[in-house]
């Protein structure tokens, strides 16, 4: 009974490290560029939608 169990154990927790193992390649996934190209491409994605909320509430304060 005993040794069942240790080998049940073993078996889930390589289970366990099974369904991390990466499947594919991490460097598909990792960032592209530098990180200040990278920073300065999100605060330009910032300003654009700071830019369409202020151009959305305009509209609506005209409505209304």
């Known amino acids: 009974m005993k040794f069942r169990i240790k080998t049940s154990r073993r078996v889930r927790a390589a289970g366990s ?5 990466p499947t594919g390649n991490y460097i598909e996934h990792m960032p592209k ?13 910032v300003g654009n ?12 304060k005209h409505e209304g």
């Open 17 to 21: 490290i099974m369904e991390i193992w």
């Open 33 to 45: 560029g530098t990180a200040q190209h990278r920073i300065g491409q999100h605060f330009h994605n």
């Open 49 to 60: 939608r700071l830019g369409q909320s202020l151009t959305a509430y305009e509209q609506l």
